[in-house]
């Protein structure tokens, strides 16, 4: 009996790269940085939180974003870098529901301490905006049987638009390959558990696409209905 049910379209595959600009804005001590972000632009967020994942460096495998790393480094304020560094962008459906949190966090820690926190002048926090360039690779991953072997041919850009950018750009902050896997109904949604449980925070892309090759290696993926 033939089904006359179609299987979901092909997955494409797409590489993407992270242009930065330079604002003019910098800071020098806590008061100032907690009056930028109230009103410095969405992008420039956006870069200081997600964008260390594209720089061929990984800054700080303890500080998962700009701020944090500059509140270790630059104001040597160890308690704010913890508290900057747990905030998690994923878990925001606006970025700016974590301005207000990125506010309150600086307010905080300014009511704590009996002096603000300074930088040295040649380590002032510079914001920079950034833009996120798409590419299409041409290549696609036609069924569910074909991620093992897709993976690991991902690159660093692909990654980060595939499962970082994905969780903010997507209404259900889920990644682009889980949604689609869930196109192909109940057999995959052990696949698309263990997938939304990846945090995309805990090191560097290389990292990240290795523990999604890992998950995906780990269970048994069919072709496809």
Same mark, same amino acid.
């Given at each position: 009996?033939?089904?006359?049910?179609?299987?979901?379209?092909?997955?494409?595959?797409?590489?993407?790269?992270?242009?930065?600009?330079?604002? =003019?804005?910098?800071?020098?001590? @806590?008061?100032?940085?907690?009056? #930028?972000?109230?009103?410095?632009?969405?992008?420039?967020?956006?870069?200081?939180?997600?964008?260390?994942?594209?720089?061929?460096?990984?800054?700080?495998?303890?500080?998962?974003?700009?701020?944090?790393?500059?509140?270790?480094? =630059?104001?040597?304020?160890?308690?704010?870098?913890?508290?900057?560094?747990?905030?998690?962008?994923?878990?925001?459906?606006?970025?700016?529901?974590?301005?207000?949190?990125?506010?309150?966090?600086?307010?905080?820690?300014?009511?704590?301490?009996?002096?603000?926190?300074? #930088?040295?002048?040649?380590?002032?926090?510079?914001?920079?905006?950034?833009?996120?360039?798409?590419?299409?690779?041409?290549?696609?991953?036609?069924?569910?049987?074909?991620? #093992?072997?897709?993976?690991?041919?991902?690159?660093?850009?692909?990654?980060?638009?595939?499962?970082?950018?994905?969780?903010?750009?997507?209404?259900?902050?889920?990644?682009? @390959?889980?949604?689609? @896997?869930?196109?192909? =109904?109940?057999?995959?949604?052990?696949?698309?558990?263990?997938?939304?449980?990846?945090?995309?925070?805990?090191?560097?892309?290389?990292?990240?696409?290795?523990?999604?090759?890992?998950?995906?290696?780990?269970?048994?993926?069919?072709?496809?209905?």
């Amino acid at each position: 009996m033939v089904s006359n049910i179609h299987p979901p379209p092909p997955f494409h595959i797409v590489d993407c790269a992270l242009v930065t600009s330079v604002t =003019g804005r910098s800071v020098q001590n @806590l008061r100032e940085l907690r009056d #930028a972000l109230l009103d410095v632009e969405i992008s420039s967020m956006y870069n200081h939180f997600w964008g260390g994942l594209l720089r061929p460096h990984f800054d700080d495998p303890e500080f998962h974003n700009d701020f944090a790393i500059w509140a270790r480094r =630059g104001l040597h304020d160890r308690v704010l870098a913890e508290r900057l560094a747990a905030v998690d962008p994923a878990e925001y459906s606006e970025l700016e529901e974590m301005r207000d949190d990125l506010v309150d966090i600086c307010e905080d820690r300014l009511a704590e301490v009996d002096m603000v926190p300074w #930088a040295p002048r040649d380590q002032q926090f510079h914001f920079q905006s950034a833009t996120v360039v798409v590419f299409n690779t041409g290549r696609v991953v036609a069924s569910p049987g074909q991620l #093992a072997d897709a993976l690991p041919r991902f690159s660093r850009g692909s990654v980060f638009y595939h499962f970082v950018d994905a969780r903010r750009r997507n209404d259900d902050r889920c990644d682009d @390959l889980s949604r689609w @896997l869930a196109d192909f =109904g109940s057999d995959h949604l052990d696949l698309v558990a263990r997938l939304g449980a990846v945090d995309p925070l805990q090191g560097s892309l290389h990292d990240l696409k290795r523990r999604v090759t890992e998950v995906v290696g780990a269970v048994a993926v069919g072709g496809g209905r």
